[in-house]
């Protein structure tokens, strides 16, 4: 069985753009959420989709936003990039009952210059 | 206060030793508890679920939830060099998959 795919693995961006990360889940899961991972926060809920619609939402700002589509896969944009978005983006994908395992992809690192 | 507390370490043990690693938290709803462990540039990878309080073992894992001290535990016996990683616990309630996360122990074992 095939686990979460993240692409891409790596990316630079010079602040003020903005950025697309994707993910794909383990086949039939549809829960699909999406974490930052920084050394000095460590990881930190930005929001979870479930049949395209989002579930929760974490304490990030409204440029920071997602979409999930019919095949269960999922998108994370963010606009207007600052220096500290630089960190691990890391997508998770859970069964559909919830508070079930996650299980994570490789995750995107986005460094901001 | 964070919602899960975790001691970062860094945690030192030789090879064959019983290495226990801990979490608190603070918000009573919590009812599903994990273990990840997160090895350099990878992504976390589930080594441990638990639902409420008990113990659960897997192999040489053992994970205890103590839902009445708000304490988690995950033991690690013989402990072996492929250990070495960070260990993050999460946990979540029951309305979605929103977990929250330890910022996660740094272990070494030494061979």
């Known amino acids: 069985k095939a686990g979460v795919t993240q692409t891409p693995r790596y990316l630079i961006k010079t602040r003020g753009q903005q950025v697309t990360l994707s993910c794909s889940p383990i086949s039939g899961h549809r829960s699909v959420s999406w974490y930052q991972q920084t050394p000095g926060q460590g990881l930190q809920f930005l929001f979870e989709y479930f049949s395209e619609t989002q579930r929760n939402k974490g304490n990030f700002p409204g440029r920071f936003s997602g979409r999930q589509f019919s095949n269960s896969r999922s998108e994370m944009n963010v606009s207007t990039l600052e220096l500290g978005d630089s960190a691990l983006y890391l997508c998770a994908s859970s069964p559909d009952r919830p508070g079930t395992e996650a299980f994570f992809g490789q995750g995107t690192r986005l460094t901001v210059v | 206060q964070k919602e899960v507390e975790q001691d970062p370490g860094p945690l030192s043990v030789p090879e064959g030793a019983i290495v226990s690693l801990n979490c608190t938290y603070s918000n009573s709803a919590f009812q599903y508890f994990m273990w990840y462990r997160q090895y350099s540039r990878k992504g976390p990878e589930l080594l441990m679920y638990?639902?409420?309080?008990g113990n659960k073992e897997d192999g040489r894992f053992t994970a205890q939830v103590d839902k009445s001290s708000k304490y988690i535990s995950l033991f690690i016996r013989d402990s072996q060099p492929s250990d070495s990683a960070t260990y993050l616990c999460a946990m979540s309630w029951n309305t979605g998959n929103q977990f929250y996360f330890g910022t996660g122990t740094s272990l070494t074992v030494i061979p």
């Open positions: 638990t639902y409420s309080s």
